[in-house]
């Protein structure tokens, strides 16, 4: 029971990537889904989130205009899609599901955290270097 995301890479400031975020085991379809990322050195810190009716809380401000997220349900998946990546996106980015439901809680509030997600797996590593 694990959602293991995919998709990254290295790439160049200014160019895009679309991570995946897939289900193994169970379904996500009733669940906020939320990505988070780990910079080396750092806590790990929630980017964005998508609720099971589709809204989306960013969590972190420098994603907003050039994040976005969407989730196709019949494969269960959710995807993000990062535009316009500068070299402080470069960490390794996991995707998890909301302990208590398909909402997803607001920016800074202590649900938020990584602590009250579940279903960690694999994450994928996204380097943004010239």
């Known amino acids: 029971v694990q959602l293991q995301a995919s998709g990254g890479g290295v790439v160049q400031p200014g160019e895009s990537l679309r991570l995946s975020c897939t289900a193994s085991?169970?379904?996500?379809?009733?669940?906020?889904v939320g990505w988070f990322r780990q910079a080396p050195g750092k806590e790990r810190e929630g980017v964005v989130c998508?609720?099971?009716?589709?809204?989306?809380?960013y969590w972190e401000d420098s994603a907003k205009g050039r994040f976005t997220v969407s989730r196709d349900h019949a494969k269960e998946t959710v995807y993000l899609q990062m535009n316009n990546l500068k070299p402080e996106d470069t960490a390794l980015y996991h995707c998890?599901?909301?302990?208590?439901?398909?909402?997803?809680?607001?920016?800074?509030?202590?649900?938020?955290?990584?602590?009250?997600?579940?279903?960690w797996g694999r994450g994928t590593l996204v380097t943004v270097s010239s």
């Open positions: 998890a599901t909301n302990r208590y439901g398909g909402k997803c809680p607001p920016a800074n509030s202590d649900r938020s955290r990584p602590a009250h997600f579940a279903s």
């Open positions: 085991g169970f379904t996500m379809k009733w669940h906020g």
């Open positions: 998508m609720s099971s009716d589709g809204a989306v809380t």
